[in-house]
């Protein structure tokens, strides 16, 4: 093989993202079939309930989903009557996103399935393992914001 020549397969990046996209499809059918919620939803819904105040802004910068994706998942979970918009005394220009008490609902049956389904994917991994791979995670995470800097 030729030193400069990309191979997708062994591109680590590439690898990261077939992965994710796989695990996301997986679960974004359990998630659609069993409670209504897309991926952007329900990863809406999630920080919404660790972070019971939060703007569409933080949710951006804790979920690296981009504005129009977090609107849209925003607007139906609304709609839904899942969540609800509050003034943000902080800045009026935003507001602040709650789970309404369906929405607290939804989500309590939710969160133990997506445990489940975490479970279920890496049960054949030693728990050593996993904690290196969350490690290594968080690690390359790091890196690659601070190698998007530099560009």
């Known amino acids: 093989m030729e030193p400069n020549r990309l191979t997708?397969?062994?591109f680590v990046p590439y690898r990261l993202s077939v992965t994710s996209n796989v695990v996301s499809d997986v679960i974004a059918r359990a998630y659609e079939a069993l409670f209504g919620l897309s991926i952007p939803e329900w990863r809406v819904m999630a920080v919404v309930a660790e972070r019971d105040g939060v703007?569409?802004?933080?949710?951006?910068?804790?979920?690296?989903m981009d504005k129009v994706t977090v609107s849209r998942a925003t607007i139906a979970l609304v709609?839904?009557?899942?969540?609800?918009?509050?003034?943000?005394?902080?800045?009026?220009?935003?507001r602040l996103l709650a789970?309404?008490?369906?929405?607290?609902?939804?989500?309590?049956?939710?969160?133990?399935?997506?445990?489940?389904?975490?479970?279920?994917?890496?049960?054949?991994?030693?728990s050593e393992d996993v904690e290196r791979f969350?490690?290594?995670l968080r690690a390359i995470e790091a890196r690659a914001l601070e190698v998007g800097e530099g560009l």
């Open 79 to 94: 709609d839904r009557g899942l969540v609800i918009r509050a003034p943000n005394r902080a800045d009026r220009r935003s």
């Open 134 to 136: 969350m490690a290594m």
């Open 99 to 126: 789970l309404t008490k369906p929405g607290r609902a939804l989500y309590a049956q939710v969160a133990p399935k997506a445990l489940e389904f975490e479970a279920r994917i890496f049960a054949s991994f030693p």
């Open 55 to 64: 703007t569409q802004q933080g949710i951006c910068t804790a979920t690296r």
């Open 8 to 10: 997708l397969d062994q």
